[in-house]
């Protein structure tokens, strides 16, 4: 059987899921980030760990 396409095309797929547990304070920050840049908590979540990078 022939692989079944899912979503979109991409040049950067994400095959790799994250569960994550946070607190209030720190949901806060994500999703105040997430206004400001109009962005969803995803994207935020992966801003954040690209920021790392530069660290």
Known sequence: MPKKK???PTDE???YR????VSKKDLE???DYCK???VKRP???RDGIKS???K
């Open 13 to 15: 797929p994400k095959p």
């Open 29 to 31: 920050i994500l999703d």
């Open 52 to 54: 790392l990078k530069d």
């Open 36 to 38: 400001r840049k109009d």
């Open 43 to 45: 994207q935020g979540i």
């Open 18 to 21: 994250l569960d994550v547990r």
């Open 6 to 8: 899912m979503g979109r």
